[in-house]
Each structure stands twice: as C-alpha cells, then as structure tokens.
C-alpha cells in the first residue's frame, strides 16, 4: 500500500467479508496500527461488535478505537 509517493507500508487482512467484500479488518505488520474499513459510511452494529470482539481476542486495545464520522 503506497500513502504518499514513496511511502510504501505493509498490512495483514485479519478478516474480510468474502461473499461480498463490504468490509476487511486491517493491521499493520508490527501490529502499530489497526483499520475496520467499510464500504459504506456505517456498519451494522452486530458486524461492528464482531469485529471489534475478534480484534480484543487479538490483543488490540480496542478502547483506544478511533471512529470517523462519515
């Protein structure tokens, strides 16, 4: 993934929504950074729960989540 030019940084998906691509959970490869991204403003609440509960098991401090307002 390139951000600027020549800043390049690796991720790992930790989870994707296979049948129809509408969400992936991200992290860095050193675990410095974690993404839910959606490809709508808002995800459902259960899937939100989910995926939050998959990243604490993980050892993500999800408290410290920060949610963009779309």
């Given at each position: 993934?390139s951000?600027?030019?020549?800043?390049?940084?690796a991720?790992n998906?930790i989870?994707?929504?296979?049948?129809?691509?509408?969400?992936v959970m991200?992290?860095?490869a050193?675990?410095s950074y974690f993404?839910?991204?959606?490809?709508?403003?808002?995800?459902p609440?259960?899937i939100?729960a989910q995926?939050?509960s998959?990243?604490?098991s993980?050892?993500?401090?999800t408290?410290?989540f920060?949610?963009?307002?779309?």
């Open positions: 993934m951000f600027f030019g020549p800043f390049y940084g991720y998906i989870a994707l929504d296979k049948p129809a691509y509408h969400y991200l992290t860095g050193d675990r993404w839910i991204l959606s490809r709508t403003p808002q995800l609440d259960p939100k995926l939050l998959q990243a604490k993980m050892g993500f401090d408290d410290k920060i949610y963009v307002a779309q």
